[in-house]
């Protein structure tokens, strides 16, 4: 059998007379006659990426989330994050939260924040962004809203707890302008 010669660090993909491949980046086989590599710890591969591909990661959070502001609305943009990950896939989520309002001001803890993605009209939309900008419209007045910018690849979610989020909190005044 000719895949015995494969040895720890390299796999042979398909049977016969063919040379043995050196694992992707960021994995490895520790088996003879190995048929594929796994990934290294805190690495993965989407389920649509070949078992060729190098294991990558969740990317870290966007940079630089700053909120410019008009009459007419909150604009969000944001710096793609330092570490990608390993991948090409990136795309933003956003998720926002009111908290506050009603002319209460000084609640500071959280404990009546509310999802408000559904008050909201975010163009392009709040979810699967490719651009690193959004707008925001219909905000209330009196109100704080907090806007987490979340970065997603490829392979967010399969090991990795912490969501990459930047976060910025915007406070409206009485006529809804920022």
Not at 48 to 54: G, I, Q, R, Y
Request: glycine letters at 12%; proline letters at 7%; a neutral charge.
């Amino acid at each position: 059998m000719s895949s015995k010669s494969v040895g720890p660090g390299f796999y042979k993909a398909l049977s016969g007379n063919i040379r043995c491949s050196k694992c992707p980046p960021h994995s490895s086989s520790h088996d003879q006659a190995a048929t594929l590599c796994h990934c290294d710890r805190g690495f993965y591969r989407a389920a649509k990426d070949p078992s060729t591909m190098a294991c990558t990661r969740s990317p870290s959070a966007p940079r630089n989330l700053i909120a410019l502001i008009n009459e007419t609305a909150l604009f969000l943009t944001w710096s793609p994050p330092s570490d990608s990950g390993g991948r090409k896939d990136l795309t933003y989520n956003i998720v926002c939260h009111r908290c506050g309002g009603g002319g209460s001001g000084a609640s500071g803890g959280g404990e009546d924040c509310e999802p408000c993605e559904a008050d909201l009209r975010f163009v392009p939309g709040p979810l699967g962004l490719t651009g690193t900008s959004v707008a925001v419209l219909d905000l209330a007045p009196h109100a704080n809203y907090t806007f987490h910018v979340e970065t997603v690849n490829g392979v967010s979610g399969l090991g990795q707890n912490i969501r990459p989020l930047a976060n910025i909190t915007v406070t409206t005044d009485q006529t809804g302008e920022y």
